[in-house]
């Protein structure tokens, strides 16, 4: 056990660092379920689209574009982007299943990982700030010895968190378009038969995907103070351990999931000092492990009964 | 099937062939009889001629890439009967691949072992670690399968960069280097370098590996991972214990994985965790679609895809100042490559090279089993490599339970006795 127990400063660090990665992981939760929920397939390119998100954002901050301006066109391109693979690479397989859809997903991450790094180069790059970073950008909570403090990034991610929230909400709950996106999640067919335009509702899913993901790779260029072609790999695996955690077809879930996937990751090495070095991927596979064996739906997911 | 019914399929078939006149008409040969065995033994003894000469007739350099493909050849290969047969997703083969190239590396390096020693237990820590990963692929299929299996595949280069992966001695970041040379011996007659020597041993464990998983997938395990893949409700219904089948299926395939990363050892004297990181597992799957996921032989087209894709890739982007300007690394436009060859064969040729090739063969030489002759129509029949669905189900959902309409010529349950060659 850490020596560090019971010293408040402590844990509050990893609390409010848990939390902000969590964000992160509930952000990029949020997009594998979006689509899965009414396409049931996980886009494992989501990481490599989200890379690419967040290099246009870098590419038009270089070009002296306002940085919040700067993610708002590159939500826009993402967007669109996603509609679109989702339209022309995974409809047409549609009819053959899962594994054909997996397949053409790979594909895509071997290309857009290629292309990023042929354009933007395999060595990283500063990262676009949308948030103040500076050592000074913070909150003094406890003076210490030892201090406490919240960064204005680790505060705006968790203020983009609730907003997105909230937005997702009121888009899925008050308008039109998000009672035909729930109605194609809840029964394909009978949205189909109703006269819900189920393709385009897939497509919407893809498109809040991409850009949901872009959102997270920005901020996951943030925290980490750069950006290269690999930055979102493993945090594609933090997001599919969070999605599967919170259930893959529960947006709720997903950001407790994410957030919940956050904690465990910055208390159980915290805690347990003697875990060496930075085995986040495997707790995360043991997390998923853990959460497929014993609640294979997740915390908020439905459970599927198969009619044999 | 009597006698009679015998003579009238091949009466029909002979008619079949003189209705497509225009064609070559191709010569029908009995599954079993003599003269496919004599067309069998012929194919074998002019690919061990060409593998023989191999060594002898090409320089150095051409070698050290021909045993590459064997390396990679032998890990697709455990690729393709994980997911070609069984039908199970697999993203982490990379970390198969990597277990067995760290385990030679670490033995060879720090504890001085021979290489050949080291296969055994790179094999054995294979075999474990595919059961382990194996055994929650019991209560998930599909998505479920791919996550746990992905995050494996992910985790395991991260992992041996850490300090518990360097307690073990895997050299971190940079790598683990392992001299392994080989001296030919003196009774060997053909003039062949010492790599020469090397790239024979290889083919002649690959060729052993090859037949081994041909007689696997031959076998009542492999049969049965083929019908749970097509059906899994049916197959369990018809006594297949699923539990059994889906273990083993994955402790094999991590096993030749495994072996595979043994053997690229041979070719290249370091490993890293980019070798077995992530991307190596996306170019095992490529290479297992482009030759044919449900295929034993495809995996050979896997592996030299594997080695001779990028080598001309990089040679071409290097010839155009244009791409060159680009990038100072060649190898992604190879990924580029790799990744639009994926799709357009996920959805012109989801079966892969190998039956693509068979279906070529069938116009001049068709193969056709004893109990399927009276069925056997314009259909191509099954090559000797080709199980059930030729793409592994890649081109479809399965069939509910009856069956795929168009699937007779192969419907037919064989039995134990059937002969294997």
């Known amino acids: 056990m850490s020596p560090n127990i019971d010293n408040p400063a402590f844990l509050l660090q990893l609390l409010v660092g848990g939390l ?29 689209m989200a890379t690419l998100g ?21 939500l826009v391109v993402s967007f669109v982007f996603g509609a679109g693979v989702e339209r022309g690479l995974i409809r047409p397989l549609e009819k053959r299943g899962i594994f054909p859809v997996v397949l053409a997903t790979l594909a895509l991450f071997l290309i857009i990982n290629a292309v990023i790094a042929i354009i933007w180069g395999t060595q990283p790059v500063p990262a676009p700030e949308p948030f103040p970073r500076e050592i000074e950008d913070k909150i003094d909570v406890l003076v210490g010895p030892p201090p406490f ?11 983009v968190l609730v907003l997105l929230l ?8 008050k308008t039109k378009l998000g009672l035909g996106y729930r109605a194609v999640a809840a029964n394909r067919e009978a949205a189909e038969v109703m006269g819900i335009p189920v393709g ?30 690999n930055s979102m790999a493993s945090i594609l695996i933090f997001g599919l351990a969070a999605a599967t955690l919170g259930g893959f077809d529960s947006v709720p879930g997903a950001a407790v999931g994410g957030l919940a996937l956050g904690l465990i990751m910055a208390f159980v090495p915290g805690l347990f000092t003697f875990i060496e070095g930075d085995l986040s991927l495997v707790i995360a ?22 009619r044999v | 099937m009597s006698e009679l019914d015998d003579e009238r399929s091949m009466a029909a078939l002979a008619s079949d062939e003189r209705q497509r006149g225009a064609l070559v008409s191709a010569r029908v040969v009995l599954e079993g009889s003599r003269s496919h065995r004599v067309w069998q033994g012929t194919g074998l003894l002019l690919a061990a001629l060409v593998v023989l000469l191999l060594p002898v007739l090409v320089s150095d350099f051409r070698i050290g890439q021909f045993s590459l493909v064997i390396a990679y050849s032998v890990a697709v290969l455990g690729l393709n009967l994980v997911t070609g047969f069984s039908g199970q997703i697999s993203l982490g083969h990379g970390a198969f691949f990597g277990i067995g190239a760290y385990t030679t590396a670490i033995l060879v390096t720090d504890h001085g072992w021979a290489w050949a020693a080291t296969v055994p237990l790179a094999a054995v820590l294979g075999l474990a670690l595919g059961f382990a990963v194996g055994v929650p692929a019991l ?23 850490q ?60 049969r049965s991972m083929v019908a749970l893949r097509d059906n899994g409700t049916a197959a369990a219904i018809s006594g297949i214990w699923p539990a059994e089948v889906k273990t083993v299926a994955f402790a094999v395939s991590a096993m030749y994985g495994a072996i595979g990363g043994s053997m690229y050892l041979l070719t290249t004297p370091i490993v890293s965790p980019s070798t077995v990181g992530f991307t190596v597992t996306l170019l095992f799957i490529t290479a297992m679609v482009l030759g044919g996921a449900a295929t034993v032989s495809g995996a050979w087209i896997g592996g030299l895809a594997m080695v001779f894709l990028p080598y001309y890739t990089a040679e071409w982007a290097g010839q155009i100042p244009f791409l060159r300007s680009l990038t100072d690394q060649p190898g992604l436009f190879a990924n580029v490559i790799y990744g639009v060859v994926l799709i357009v064969f996920i959805y012109f040729v989801p079966g892969g090279l190998v039956p693509l090739l068979t279906r070529l063969r069938t116009r001049f030489l068709r193969i056709v089993p004893p109990e399927a002759a009276a069925v056997a129509t314009d259909a191509a029949p099954g090559s000797a490599t080709t199980a059930g669905e030729p793409d592994g189900g890649l081109a479809g959902p399965t069939p509910a339970i009856g069956g795929h309409p168009t699937h007779s010529p192969e419907a037919p349950i064989r039995t134990d006795q059937e002969t294997t060659r």
């Open chain 1, 20 to 48: 902000t990665n969590g964000a992160l992981y509930a952000l990029v939760a949020l997009a594998v379920v979006l689509v899965y929920k009414t396409t049931s397939h996980i886009n494992l390119a989501q990481g490599e």
């Open chain 1, 285 to 306: 596979l043991i997390v998923v492990l853990v959460v497929l064996l014993v609640r294979p739906q997740g915390l908020f997911g439905t459970k599927t009964l198969e």
């Open chain 1, 54 to 74: 967040a290099f246009v954002v870098f590419a038009l901050t270089q070009q002296g574009v306002q940085v919040w301006i700067a993610i708002a066109i590159a």
């Open chain 2, 163 to 222: 300090p518990i992966g360097l307690a073990l001695g895997t050299g971190g970041v940079a790598g683990k280097t392992a001299r392994i040379s080989w001296d030919k011996p003196g009774w060997f007659g053909l003039d062949v370098s010492d790599r020469g020597w090397m790239f024979l041993v290889m083919a002649a464990v690959a060729g052993l590996l090859f037949w081994l998983a041909t007689g696997l997938v031959r076998s009542r395990v492999g």
């Open chain 1, 149 to 159: 403090f919240i960064t204005y990034v680790a505060l705006g991610i968790l203020a």
């Open chain 1, 200 to 229: 385009r509702m897939f497509m919407f899913g893809w498109g809040i995907a991409g850009a949901l993901g872009t959102l997270a790779a920005a901020l996951v260029a943030e925290t980490a103070g750069t950006l290269d072609f």
């Open chain 1, 166 to 173: 909230v937005g997702l909400w009121l888009l899925l709950e």
């Open chain 2, 139 to 161: 209560r998930l299929h599909g998505l479920y399968l791919a996550v746990i299996t992905l995050a494996v595949g992910v985790a395991f280069p991260v992992v041996v960069s």
